[in-house]
Structure formats: C-alpha cells, structure tokens
C-alpha cells in the first residue's frame, strides 16, 4: 500500500477556516487529517502542497516513525506552520492504518485504557462582558451537563493590569462561581497575557474560588518563569498548547513548570508524537489534557489519544458551542452527549470519521474570521451567533 494521491479541502467555520487533509492510497483507502491553524489556514496549505505533498507521494503509510521523523529534521526551521502540516499527515496516516487493519486507532496505539472521556467547555461565554453576562452562559453550559468550564477574565490585558481590570476579572470569576456551585471545575485561562508579578498577583487573588488550574498565566516560552508562578500557586497549572516539539516538552517539564500539560495533537506531531509525550510527562507525575479549539478531525485524533493514554485528565471541547454545520462536515459521529464524550462508541476503523465534501462546498473560505484577543471586540465575537458572523463577512 503506498500513497497515490494528496487532497486539501478548506471549510469556514465561524471564526476559524478548518482545514482538512486526505491521503488516497493505490489500494482504495483514503485517511483524513487536520491542519487548521488560525490566521494561517491559507498558508499551511500552500505548504502541504508546494512541500509535503512530493515527500508523501509513494510512501508506505504504516511507516509513521520514518516518515515523521524524516518531515521534522527535514523542515528545519519548526515552529506552528509547519508542524501543523505535519500533524495533519501524521494523523492521516493512522486513519489510514486503522482501515487497513480494521481497527480504530486507539485499539493500535494502546488499546481503550479509560471507561470515560470527560470533558470541558469552551466557547461557552461569547459575546459575554459583565459578570451577570457571564453567569447567565455559565448556567447554560453546566445545563447541557458539563462539570468543567473554561474562560478568559482578562478582557485585553496584557502583561499588567490596573486596578479596575483587576477588580473586574476578580468579579468576572466570582459571578461564575456563584453560578454553578462548588462541584463544577473552572479551569481560569489567562493566555499568555500577563508579566509573572501581575500573573501571581491574580493567582493569589482568584485562588478563593478554587479554580481547578490556572492556564499559561504567562507567554509560554518564559519556561522558567512559568516554574516560578507554580511555585507559588496553590492551584495546578496548565500550559504546552504553544509548544511544538518534543525537546521543548521536556524543558517544561524538567523545570516542574507545569502540573498539566496542553500539547496539540494537531500541532506538535500528531497521535505517536502526543503520546511520547505523555509517557514523558508521567515520568515527572504530570497529567495530560489536550488542548483543542479547531475541528472535529483535530478532535478525533485527541480521542483515540484520550482514550488510550493512562495519564489523560480531561478534553477540551468548542463542540456545543461552535458554528451550527460543524457537525455537517462530516459524517460518522457525533460524541458529545450531556457534558462528557460517549467514546469510544463504535469499532469503526481509523479515526472513525469521514469528510463531507458537499457540506465543506457550502462553507466556503472566509478571510482572517479569527479575532486578535486583545481588539477590544474580540469577545463579542468569539464563539457568539458565528452562523450571522460568517455570513456578514463572505458577503
């Protein structure tokens, strides 16, 4: 079995382009795989074409250690762009297994090790300003069965804060927490967006609420101060979905930096990459908690990841919260159900999923949908009535 044939395909989604790739083989086969990356779907995919594409081209798809291995020391800059092309063929090529055995990912990477895939929402507080506002969300979400919320109460901050954004944030937390009661996990996501004293000046503030981690309360490259701000957190913290290589996983973690780390599948190598990462981070007693904004591909591979990991703690998903077709695009599952995802729920083999090209037709690219988190609008549009936004905008 070898590689005939390199596809693209590019879906609007609200405010993100998802973009998908698939692998046709001599023999029939076709496997899926996720590039999304924002601000730059248009541009991974001019490189998986003007580059991937004749490195995959005749390759044997069960050959994923040489041909992964091969893309990573051959791409020799690294960083996002690239490393979200090659995940997406990484991924492709274990759909692409999985079919030629017969068997679901998972059952090849490990087995089903966890009963149960729980979950967290995100997206859920779009369009969201005051605290009411975001109480009001928060009830909605915990009434489709979540028991675990994450959100950003920093408005446009960055690297300080004054007083009265301070005070805002600390009311933003305090609303939500009144909402939903003790036994619902806040995950608090700070983006990157502070210095390490206004970081740990928050940490100390929001720490009454008990939040369940306190996610890259600084840019993620400070490693080293990241090690600092845990240190003198009563709370866990949550970082490594900017982070794209196996090296810079084990700084974080040989620097005690995090006490859950985020890497994404659809960035940091894919399936076999996410899960030396894992086995990494157990060697330090870290957890693991995919990060996961974009597609349902992208969300697929993190599954067949979750579910046979010993180490995994919780799944991010934008599933309920995201634009009304995301379903649509395609078909084979749907594996949210009351808060937590009902996976695995078939032997299907590969990821599980096919694309629906009729449904990526009708949603046609949508330039630049993603808004900046520090243009003051970006949480009136974030995750808020996507389906009106994305129609405004390819008019």
Known sequence: M????????????GLRNYLFIRLHTNTGLSGIG????????????TLAHEWL??????????????????????????????????????IALWDLIGKACGQPVYNLIGGQYHARIPAYANGWYGGARTPPEYAERAKEAIGRGYTGLKFDP??????????????????????????????????????GRLSLGAAMMMM??????RPA???????????????????SSLSPIAAGERLYNLAEFHRLFSQRAVDVVQMDVAH?????????????????????APHCSIGPVALAAALHFDVSTPNFYIQETFSD???????????????????????????????????????????????NPFPSLWDADWLTDFTQDRERQAEGKSK
């Open 2 to 13: 070898k590689i005939a044939r390199f596809e693209t395909l590019m879906a609007n989604a």
């Open 34 to 45: 996720e590039a999304t990356l924002e601000w730059q779907e248009k541009t991974v995919q």
């Open 53 to 90: 594409e004749e490195r995959i081209k005749g390759r044997d798809p069960f050959d994923v250690e040489r041909i992964v291995g091969d893309l990573i020391r051959d791409q020799y800059q690294g960083g996002s762009t690239v490393m979200t092309a090659i995940s997406a063929v990484e």
């Open 154 to 191: 920093f408005g446009v901050a960055w690297k300080d804060m004054t007083p009265l954004e301070s005070e805002e944030a600390i009311d933003i937390v305090a609303a939500v927490r009144e909402a939903v009661g003790d036994s619902i996990q806040l995950f608090i996501e700070f983006h």
């Open 204 to 209: 100390r503030e929001l720490q009454r609420f």
């Open 213 to 231: 981690w306190y996610e890259e309360p600084i840019a993620p490259e400070h490693i080293e101060l990241l090690a600092e701000a845990r240190r």
């Open 268 to 288: 940091c190598g894919g399936i076999l990459m996410s899960k030396k990462i894992a086995a990494l981070a157990s060697a330090y007693d870290i957890r693991v």
């Open 321 to 367: 919260f995201d634009v009304p077709w995301r379903s649509k695009l395609v078909h084979g599952w749907d594996p949210v159900r009351n808060g937590e995802f009902n996976f695995p729920n078939s032997d299907a083999p590969g990821l599980g999923l096919e694309l629906d090209e009729n449904a990526i037709a009708d949603h046609p690219y949508v330039q």
